[in-house]
Protein backbone atom coordinates (compact mmCIF):
# COMPACT_ATOMS: atom_id res chain seq x y z
CA UNK A 1 0.00 0.00 0.00
CA UNK A 2 2.93 2.73 0.82
CA UNK A 3 4.10 1.96 -2.57
CA UNK A 4 0.66 2.80 -4.11
CA UNK A 5 1.11 6.24 -2.19
CA UNK A 6 4.49 6.76 -2.94
CA UNK A 7 4.14 6.45 -6.99
CA UNK A 8 0.94 8.25 -7.07
CA UNK A 9 3.12 11.22 -4.94
CA UNK A 10 5.55 11.17 -7.47
CA UNK A 11 3.26 11.15 -10.29
CA UNK A 12 0.98 14.06 -8.96
CA UNK A 13 5.21 15.84 -7.79
CA UNK A 14 6.01 15.18 -12.04
CA UNK A 15 2.76 17.17 -12.89
CA UNK A 16 3.07 20.00 -10.77
CA UNK A 17 6.17 20.65 -11.92
CA UNK A 18 5.27 21.26 -15.25
CA UNK A 19 5.78 24.84 -16.89
CA UNK A 20 2.32 26.42 -18.55
CA UNK A 21 3.76 26.19 -22.01
CA UNK A 22 4.51 22.45 -21.20
CA UNK A 23 1.36 21.88 -19.56
CA UNK A 24 -0.42 23.46 -22.94
CA UNK A 25 1.44 21.27 -25.12
CA UNK A 26 0.64 18.35 -23.66
CA UNK A 27 -2.80 19.37 -23.77
CA UNK A 28 -2.79 19.82 -27.65
CA UNK A 29 -0.39 16.71 -28.02
CA UNK A 30 -3.29 14.74 -25.78
CA UNK A 31 -5.92 16.45 -28.39
CA UNK A 32 -3.69 15.44 -31.65
CA UNK A 33 -3.21 11.78 -30.12
CA UNK A 34 -7.04 11.37 -29.74
CA UNK A 35 -7.65 12.56 -33.52
CA UNK A 36 -5.26 9.53 -34.14
CA UNK A 37 -7.14 6.51 -32.44
CA UNK A 38 -8.48 3.57 -34.71
CA UNK A 39 -9.81 0.29 -34.20
CA UNK A 40 -9.34 -0.77 -30.67
CA UNK A 41 -6.46 1.67 -29.76
CA UNK A 42 -7.47 4.40 -27.42
CA UNK A 43 -5.17 7.45 -26.10
CA UNK A 44 -5.48 7.29 -22.18
CA UNK A 45 -2.73 9.59 -20.94
CA UNK A 46 0.46 11.89 -22.48
CA UNK A 47 3.32 11.58 -20.59
CA UNK A 48 5.07 14.98 -19.29
CA UNK A 49 7.87 14.05 -21.85
CA UNK A 50 4.82 14.28 -23.80
CA UNK A 51 4.50 10.41 -25.26
CA UNK A 52 1.31 9.09 -26.03
CA UNK A 53 -0.08 6.20 -23.35
CA UNK A 54 -2.40 3.79 -25.75
CA UNK A 55 -4.27 0.85 -24.78
CA UNK A 56 -5.30 -1.95 -27.16
CA UNK A 57 -8.33 -4.67 -26.86
CA UNK A 58 -8.46 -7.52 -29.12
CA UNK A 59 -5.63 -5.70 -31.80
CA UNK A 60 -4.61 -7.30 -34.71
CA UNK A 61 -1.39 -4.76 -34.36
CA UNK A 62 -2.50 -2.54 -37.66
CA UNK A 63 -3.82 0.24 -35.53
CA UNK A 64 -0.23 0.79 -33.75
CA UNK A 65 0.89 1.39 -37.02
CA UNK A 66 -1.23 3.75 -38.29
CA UNK A 67 -1.27 5.58 -34.96
CA UNK A 68 2.26 5.94 -34.91
CA UNK A 69 2.36 7.71 -38.33
CA UNK A 70 -1.08 10.05 -37.62
CA UNK A 71 0.51 11.02 -34.40
CA UNK A 72 4.15 11.52 -35.65
CA UNK A 73 2.36 13.62 -38.70
CA UNK A 74 0.00 15.72 -36.51
CA UNK A 75 2.56 16.05 -33.16
CA UNK A 76 5.32 17.35 -35.46
CA UNK A 77 3.41 21.23 -35.98
CA UNK A 78 3.20 20.91 -32.00
CA UNK A 79 6.60 19.88 -31.14
CA UNK A 80 8.22 22.74 -33.78
CA UNK A 81 6.08 25.69 -32.10
CA UNK A 82 6.61 24.63 -28.50
CA UNK A 83 10.75 23.87 -29.08
CA UNK A 84 10.81 27.49 -31.49
CA UNK A 85 9.74 28.68 -28.27
CA UNK A 86 11.93 27.40 -26.13
CA UNK A 87 15.16 25.07 -27.51
CA UNK A 88 16.52 23.55 -24.73
CA UNK A 89 12.87 22.28 -23.20
CA UNK A 90 12.87 18.90 -22.71
CA UNK A 91 12.00 16.70 -26.04
CA UNK A 92 13.59 19.20 -28.28
CA UNK A 93 16.67 17.84 -28.60
CA UNK A 94 16.25 16.44 -32.33
CA UNK A 95 13.03 18.22 -33.42
Request: aromatic share 8%; glycine share 6%; with cysteine.
Amino acid sequence: MRYVLVLCLLALAACSTMTPAQNTRNENLFAAARTCESGSLVVTAISPDGVPATRTMSSAGTERQYFDKCFAEKSAPIWKSYCTKDPTASGCAGR
